[in-house]
């Protein structure tokens, strides 16, 4: 297949056929070349474009610690192993930002100050903040500038240093668990009893495009979901269907469901 067949069959919008037409020169290029290469860092659907685009590569996605969300889609050719990637000389670096502990900081503080300097999005990983504290992924690239250049977030001044990956400290997700039971696996039932709305206002935000299931926007609320799917709905949070269990007397299905708080 083509390069732009390719592209077709992966992307959903104009901005995804621009967004792969640099990943497929970068990578397939890279790949043709035996040398290593890597994109900017991808959010989980673009991820998951990347992997529909190019599912022949043996491409390792990398973002700094395992499960990070953000990640760099790497072609690694022969000589390097995935080992390779978390070196100091590797393509993520990772900044610590300290900050008076009683300043109650956000993630969204953090990324507009890094947006306010003129940094690509696509050059900021995950960002994890803590009280006081504040530890994010970048590309190597940006590195210095970032460490010169990036003062404070708001109002608050900000103290940076350059930590090894190792190093990173990321908060603990915190979940709670929901058993309930639905009439069926249908999207819209379980959005129904992951946030408590009946089924009418989950099929109106599955129409508006607000709901993705393992990362892709769906906009078929009667979509039969499997055991492990994830489903984020904008402006609600995400869960997990962790476990699908019997039926019950009344032709119910009994399902364990995992929110994040």
């Given at each position: 297949m083509d390069k732009q067949r390719c592209i077709a069959a992966a992307a959903e919008t104009e901005e995804d056929r621009l967004l792969l037409a640099r990943i497929y020169d970068k990578l397939t290029r890279a790949a043709g070349r035996e040398i290593f290469a890597c994109t900017g860092f991808l959010s989980p659907r673009e991820q998951v474009l990347t992997r529909r685009l190019l599912p022949h590569l043996p491409l390792v996605f990398f973002g700094g610690c395992e499960g990070a969300e953000r990640c760099m889609a790497c072609y690694l050719p022969e000589y390097m192993t995935e080992a390779d990637l978390s070196l100091p000389e590797g393509p993520v670096a990772a900044v610590r930002a300290g900050y008076y502990e009683k300043d109650a900081l956000t993630h969204r503080d953090f990324l507009g100050s890094l947006m306010g300097l003129g940094i690509k999005r696509e050059t900021v990983g995950d960002i994890?903040?803590?009280?006081?504290?504040?530890?994010?992924?970048?590309?190597?690239?940006?590195?210095?500038?970032?460490?010169?250049?990036?003062?404070?977030?708001?109002?608050?001044?900000?103290?940076?240093?350059?930590?090894?990956?190792?190093?990173?400290?990321?908060?603990?997700?915190?979940?709670?668990?929901?058993?309930?039971?639905v009439p069926s696996l249908r999207l819209d039932c379980l959005i129904g009893a992951a946030f408590s709305m009946a089924r009418g206002p989950a099929a109106q935000l599955i129409a508006a495009g607000r709901v993705a299931v393992n990362d892709l926007v769906c906009l078929k609320g009667d979509r039969q979901l499997h055991q492990g799917d994830r489903i984020s709905v904008r402006g609600f949070g995400k869960v997990r269907l962790s476990v699908i269990g019997g039926t019950t007397r009344k032709g119910r299905i009994s399902v364990v469901i995992e929110r994040w708080i």
């Open positions: 994890y903040v803590s009280q006081g504290q504040c530890d994010f992924f970048v590309a190597q690239q940006v590195l210095p500038y970032l460490l010169e250049n990036l003062t404070c977030a708001g109002r608050t001044k900000l103290h940076l240093t350059h930590v090894a990956l190792s190093e990173v400290q990321r908060p603990v997700a915190e979940k709670r668990e929901i058993r309930d039971t």
